[in-house]
């Protein structure tokens, strides 16, 4: 019953310059589509963060394989529609639900069900195998059942990177992500600007 949200809110993709300038005249990003996706398939964006964005791009781009050549963010004014948001206690059976469902798919293939897995020398869980499916175990129900109504997006609260000091709470690289399924939640795109440091913040 809740689980639109009512506000509009910015995103904030990392990716290669010639990426950004191919959207921002006119193009569209294409959904993620690995397995190990944190919220399932779609198209990633920051909540609020262009700091974050760009430091992915940046880290990214130290990877002999990546995309990104040039780091580069891009802006997006997103409507979340009907949003699975993992941040809200209501949100949680629904992962229960899905995992529940995905445990009997794999049992009648034979399957193991996928796992979670760290990267070599990061204690973050970044490969999010076992996730990704629930998830879109999720998106599968929801299509197929008629009491139900497709999401259009994913939200999620990650706990990411060292503590920014002995014993704190905080991880330096927190972040709200979004997953967006339904591209037509993205209202817009726009180039991030840098602040006008002689007038505040409304």
Request: net charge positive; charged share 25%.
């Amino acid at each position: 019953m809740y689980s639109k949200k009512t506000n509009l809110v910015f995103g904030f993709h990392g990716c290669d310059k010639d990426i950004r300038d191919i959207v921002i005249n006119g193009g569209e990003l294409k959904p993620s589509l690995n397995s190990y996706d944190w919220l399932g398939n779609g198209i990633y964006f920051w909540e609020a963060d262009p700091q974050r964005a760009l430091e992915w791009a940046k880290q990214a781009a130290l990877r002999k394989s990546s995309s990104v050549k040039t780091p580069a963010v891009l802006g997006a004014i997103i409507d979340l529609g009907n949003c699975l948001d993992l941040m809200n206690r209501q949100s949680i059976p629904m992962l229960q639900y899905g995992y529940e469902w995905l445990k009997i798919s794999y049992k009648k293939q034979y399957k193991s069900l996928p796992q979670n897995k760290n990267v070599k020398n990061n204690a973050d869980m970044l490969y999010r195998d076992l996730d990704c499916a629930v998830i879109q175990k999720i998106h599968e129900l929801a299509t197929k059942n008629p009491n139900m109504m497709p999401f259009d997006s994913v939200r999620g609260l990650f706990i990411e990177g060292k503590e920014p000091y002995a014993g704190s709470g905080f991880r330096e690289k927190t972040h709200i992500q979004l997953c967006i399924v339904n591209p037509n939640c993205i209202k817009g795109y726009f180039l991030p600007r840098k602040l006008n440091s002689e007038y505040q913040i409304p």
